[in-house]
């Protein structure tokens, strides 16, 4: 069993930037991908990024790539999502999520119903 809690959304305004946190808890993190899923309104949860618990390799859609960066901690147990250049395309609520036994590629090509584990989400809102 993984918990998964996010924190650190909110209101920023066009070309800000804002760090997400996500604390997980739970047995054999290191053998979990983990990742970031954002669900704007009206649309389909879908992949941000993802990162290996184990080597920290990482993954990223190509909406987002060059302005997010992910990232763990693996003494603190937190996973971030470091978002710059922010957009009002990037508004959603952000999830965390974690999949046992699969890559961080494995994990971001996937259909996000096939993790394991979500946190409760936190909601972004980019205002122009």
């Known amino acids: 069993q993984v918990q998964l809690v996010e924190s650190g959304g909110g209101l920023v305004h066009a070309g800000d930037s804002l760090r997400l946190s996500c604390a997980a808890s739970?047995?054999?993190?290191?053998?979990?991908?983990m990742g970031w899923f954002r669900r704007a309104p009206g649309l389909e949860r879908e992949f941000v990024a993802t990162?290996?618990?184990?080597?920290?390799?990482?993954y990223y859609a190509p909406s987002v790539k060059g302005r997010f960066t992910i990232s763990r901690d693996n003494v603190k147990n937190m996973m971030y999502l470091q978002m710059d250049s922010l957009i009002p395309g990037d508004t959603a609520v952000y999830y965390c999520a974690a999949r046992r036994g699969v890559s961080a590629v494995d994990m971001g090509v996937a259909t996000p119903n096939d993790n394991d584990y979500w946190g409760q989400g936190t909601q972004v809102f980019v205002s122009s």
């Open positions: 739970g047995r054999a993190l290191e053998t979990y991908a």
């Open positions: 990162i290996s618990w184990n080597d920290g390799s990482t």
